[in-house]
């Protein structure tokens, strides 16, 4: 079975600088100009703030994008530092955990991202495949449905759903999430190669050559070699629909 991941690149926060108009005359003038003054401060320090936190997002997305990963977790440690409420700071942080195998310390990133902005699918989804690699396929699936109820047509949520609920033998329910993917990205050809694991773990012959098919159609030369070795398929391996299509 073929697990699809994803780097997301979060996007870059803008700031818009607010000017402060002068207030009209009145009574405690002085006292409101002081006021004025201190609002400017702040929001002139706080630009700044962010502009420093930008500045090491920037560098560390570079150096996720060089594969220089433990540069880039560096980099994202100072950016969470200066403006620790930064949530794509910190999906981008368990990304470049993920890609050092550090699963554990990825899952508590992608949790901080989660607690500062729970709307972020991209959260979720990466949550739902660092729970997915460590093998709670329970958890992973609640974290793929909190992504599809913020984002509903991310299908790589909906097949990555569908591993897991195969993990969890529960088939229909895969079988199901796989077709959800499919629905929105008909040349989907993972979807369609894990529908035929998925298949296969039943001892469905049938309908698990006519899915690999697809896949193999759509991707010509790939499929053909991971099914002859995938352990998905050894209920159906000797059936003749089976070794007719990978002949």
């Not at 003054?37 to 420093?52: D, G, H, I, M, R």
């Not at 403006?83 to 942080?93: G, L, S, T």
């Not at 991209?122 to 913020?150: C, M």
Request: aromatic share 10%; charged share 25%.
């Amino acid at each position: 079975m073929v697990c699809w991941r994803c780097f997301v690149a979060s996007g870059f926060i803008t700031l818009s600088m607010l000017g402060c108009g002068d207030l009209a005359n009145s009574a405690g003038k002085n006292s409101k100009q002081v006021v004025q003054e201190t609002n400017v401060a702040q929001l002139l320090s706080e630009a700044k703030t962010n502009q420093k936190a930008e500045f090491f997002f920037q560098q560390g997305n570079n150096f996720l994008n060089s594969q220089r990963y433990k540069d880039a977790i560096a980099a994202f440690d100072q950016a969470v530092t200066i403006k620790p409420r930064f949530a794509e700071a910190w999906i981008n942080r368990g990304n470049a955990l993920t890609k050092l195998q550090r699963h554990e310390e990825a899952l508590e990133s992608y949790n901080q991202a989660i607690a500062i902005q729970s709307d972020r699918d991209e959260a979720w989804y990466n949550k739902g495949n660092t729970l997915n690699t460590l093998q709670r396929y329970q958890e992973a699936v609640v974290s793929y449905d909190q992504a599809i109820a913020i984002k509903s047509d991310k299908y790589e949520a909906w097949i990555n759903r569908g591993i897991a609920l195969t993990k969890l033998h529960r088939y229909q329910e895969a079988l199901a999430s796989y077709d959800r993917a499919i629905i929105i990205k008909p040349d989907k050809d993972l979807a369609y190669y894990n529908k035929a694991c998925t298949y296969a773990l039943q001892n469905n012959a049938e309908l698990a050559a006519e899915n690999l098919r697809k896949a193999m159609k759509l991707v010509p030369g790939k499929y053909e070699k991971l099914a002859k070795t995938d352990s998905d398929f050894n209920k159906v391996r000797s059936s003749s629909r089976f070794q007719d299509l990978l002949q």
